[in-house]
């Protein structure tokens, strides 16, 4: 049986704490695995994307192999072709499949008829390889992840829920402040509240990311600016949390809404070097997954 990445709840502790070591080497040396030589990776996109995107494509090409872009009109799912047919396909000619969806059932199917690794590049539900790479860069900036508090703030969406997942196995202290309507069920170990001061006192890092998702209803959008705006991430809530507090977003943000620009491009933000991680989780993640 392959091994699959579709929430990160796949991973031991100390397999994720080898992945985040790995990950901090491919960043220090980054063409010192050819793991993918001469293979292929399929990347499914059903929704747009950047960073996934060039990060998987650069990554891939960094590990030797070949990434093979699939937009969903190029795939006979369209017409009708069942999932379970697309996985026996596909996995007869490459290493691994990556799929960014909406349905979390649909890249579940995917992994149980696939033959090869399948890796979540987002579903509504969840985003474990940016929250891979949350953890890297938390790892970077603070030297260890056990204990760490950081505090997600804003919308309790599919971010917010692998930081959680993935955080609460590495054993960090994860407080998701959300207003009501847009807080998370109860995910993991995380502290769910709506007391947006208590959730940042003592954080190390505050997170936020957009108010209104790809999987959203854009008709929601003027009620959700407006209950979510108590939650911006701003320098007065930074100045909250612990000296020397960091500010990640997982992009793309829209400045001076769920974020403001000060902190955006500012000096406490760690937002940038965030995005440059994904490659190199991911890079960790496709050698562990195609190397199990
Ligand atoms: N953070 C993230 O997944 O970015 P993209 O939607 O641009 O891939």
């Known amino acids: 049986m392959p091994r699959h990445f579709l929430t990160g709840a796949e991973l031991t502790a100390v397999e994720l704490g080898a992945l985040i070591d790995r990950a901090l080497e491919f960043k220090a040396a980054p063409l010192s695995s050819d793991v993918l030589h001469r293979r292929s990776v399929a990347l499914i996109f059903q929704r747009p994307s950047t960073r996934t995107r060039v990060s998987f494509e650069a990554g891939i090409v960094e590990l030797g192999g070949h990434p093979m872009v699939l937009r969903t009109d190029d795939l006979q799912l369209t017409r009708g072709e069942s999932i379970r047919d697309t996985a026996y396909v596909l996995s007869r000619h490459v290493a691994a499949i990556g799929i960014r969806t909406g349905p979390d059932e649909l890249v579940s199917e995917f992994a149980e008829h696939a033959s090869v690794p399948v890796v979540n590049m987002l579903t509504s539900g969840h985003h474990p390889c940016q929250a891979l790479a949350d ?151 496709l050698e562990f997954l195609v190397s199990s």
């Open 135 to 285: 953890l890297v860069t938390l790892r970077e900036t603070f030297g260890g992840l056990e204990g760490l508090v950081v505090a997600y703030v804003g919308d309790g969406n599919n971010v917010a829920r692998s930081l959680a997942e993935l955080g609460a196995t590495a054993g960090m202290s994860v407080r998701l402040a959300s207003p009501r309507g847009y807080e998370l069920a109860p995910v993991a170990s995380a502290l769910v509240t709506y007391d947006l001061p208590a959730a940042v006192d003592g954080a190390s890092a505050i997170y936020t990311d957009v108010w209104v998702s790809m999987n959203d209803d854009p008709e929601s959008a003027a009620a959700r600016r407006r209950a979510l705006a108590p939650y911006q991430l701003n320098d007065r809530l930074l100045d909250l949390a612990a000296p020397n507090a960091i500010a990640l977003h997982c992009l793309p943000a829209h400045p001076d809404e769920e974020i403001t620009a000060q902190v955006l491009y500012g000096p406490r933000q760690r937002i940038w070097e965030q995005a440059e991680n994904r490659r190199h989780a991911q890079k960790a993640l």
